[in-house]
T-cell receptor
Framework: AQSVAQPEDQVNVAEGNPLTVKCTYS??????LFWYVQYPNRGLQFLLK??????LVKGSYGFEAEFNKSQTSFHLKKPSALVSDSALYFC????????????FGTGTSLTVIP | KAGVTQTPRYLIKTRGQQVTLSCSPI?????VSWYQQTPGQGLQFLFE???????NKGNFPGRFSGRQFSNSRSEMNVSTLELGDSALYLC??????????FGPGTRLTVT
């Protein structure tokens, strides 16, 4: 069973507008959730994580994500998109039921249009 | 603190050959994971090592193997290379259940 789903392969947003990249998960128990960003020909860079506590998590480069347990979602958000935010975004979950293995979503390509 | 390093960064091999990729984790990180990234399949988990023991393994054939040394450095080996093995191979290190930190990857091209 897929542990992480990113329903959108591609998201386009105008510069200055708010952006949302969606992620849902399906592990049982308390999930550890993460967002990563990948620029062309680079490895993944850690953006933010939810382990416990406040459902709104703030991360690098002005990004934030909201953990919603009832909807099993962890959407990535930013109030005002920059052209430099254009990249590939991955959602990931650590599943304690499988030895804390990481599961990554298929990625969402974000394009910010000037 | 130095990040995760991977060598070599680029590699070209021919079918049937074997290849060894190396990964040096962030100091203090005992867990090292390997991933294969391709445009069609996304990020696929290969295996994870923790304190020299394989802790998790993905669904890859036995041609893919790895190991971890006492200093936490890890190597990944692919034998009898196939064209479909062309990919970006990413290594990531972490402390226990915390976030993973990725290296820049090794771009393997099989001709």
């Amino acid at each position: 069973a897929q542990s992480v789903a990113q329903p959108e392969d591609q998201v386009n947003v105008a510069e200055g507008n708010p952006l949302t990249v969606k992620c849902t998960y399906s592990v049982s128990g308390n999930p550890y959730l993460f967002w990563y960003v990948q620029y062309p020909n680079r490895g993944l860079q850690f953006l933010l994580k939810y382990i416990t506590g406040d459902n709104l998590v703030k991360g690098s480069y002005g990004f934030e994500a909201e953990f919603n347990k009832s909807q099993t979602s962890f959407h990535l958000k930013k109030p005002s998109a920059l052209v430099s935010d254009s990249a590939l975004y991955f959602c990931a979950v650590r599943d304690a039921n499988t030895g804390n293995q990481f599961y990554f979503g298929t990625g969402t390509s974000l394009t910010v249009i000037p | 603190k130095a990040g995760v390093t991977q060598t070599p960064r680029y590699l070209i091999k021919t079918r049937g050959q074997q290849v060894t990729l190396s990964c040096s984790p962030i100091s203090g990180h005992r867990s090292v994971s390997w991933y294969q990234q391709t445009p069609g399949q996304g990020l696929q988990f290969l295996f994870e090592y923790f304190s020299e023991t394989q802790r998790n393994k993905g669904n890859f054939p036995g041609r893919f193997s790895g190991r971890q040394f006492s200093n936490s450095r890890s190597e990944m080996n692919v034998s009898t290379l196939e064209l479909g093995d062309s990919a970006l191979y990413l290594c990531a290190s972490s402390r226990s259940t915390y976030e993973q930190y990725f290296g820049p990857g090794t771009r393997l091209t099989v001709t």
